[in-house]
């Protein structure tokens, strides 16, 4: 009598040849991926540029000369900076606050303006901003985080321990960076919703 094979878990299924076929026109190696090309560099394309101070957890370096004076209106019900032609400074003389934005970039590699209101027209200087100028120049040279210190009236500066890389800049002027940041908030005439709000016209 013959003896039969018996039978064990591990066993090959059993597979219809069809569904070992690839879909017709499916070209499998289309899709496999292969070594990237050397040589090939992704370029990123800056399309957001905040308007803001640093954010006190990550270590920054300012561009040791990328700078302009500007004037910028605080709009707090929308929360938002805008950039005030110098044409129409005289019918927003006491909403625009004179300040210099810096190029700073964080360990991110995300680049932002810092705003700096400078002294008002007496020369007195708010012990905050001053401090904030202060951490300006610090960061030119080092990277660093600032700190708030209230009973200071103003900012502790702490300079990163480790050996971080250099600062990659964007390859923008100055005019593309004020072009990138205030895309949609620039006030150029008197129509303008924010003015005719404070002007009491809507």
């Not at 909403?95 to 360990?107: E, G, S």
């Not at 300006?136 to 971080?164: C, F, K, T």
Request: proline content about 8%.
């Amino acid at each position: 009598m013959a003896k039969t094979k018996p039978a064990t878990s591990d066993a090959e299924p059993i597979v219809n040849e069809a569904e070992k076929t690839a879909l017709p026109g499916f070209d499998m190696s289309k899709y496999v991926a292969r070594p990237i090309a050397t040589g090939i560099v992704l370029k990123r394309k800056i399309t957001t540029i905040p308007v803001q101070r640093p954010n006190s957890q990550l270590y920054f370096r300012a561009h040791p000369s990328e700078e302009v004076l500007v004037d910028l209106l605080e709009f707090r019900e929308e929360n938002k900076l805008y950039l005030v032609n110098q044409e129409k400074i005289g019918e927003l003389f006491d909403q625009v606050k004179r300040c210099v934005l810096y190029l700073c970039v964080n360990t991110k590699g995300d680049p932002f303006l810092f705003p700096v209101p400078q002294p008002d027209e007496t020369g007195r200087w708010n012990s905050w901003h001053e401090s904030s100028k202060n951490c300006v120049l610090e960061s030119r040279d080092h990277w660093i985080r600032m700190q708030p210190n209230r009973s200071i009236q103003g900012y502790d500066v702490l300079i990163a321990e480790g050996n971080l890389a250099p600062p990659k800049w964007p390859d923008l002027d100055i005019a593309q960076i004020l072009s990138i940041a205030f895309r949609n908030t620039t006030i150029d005439d008197e129509d303008h919703p924010v003015v005719r709000q404070l002007r009491g016209l809507i």
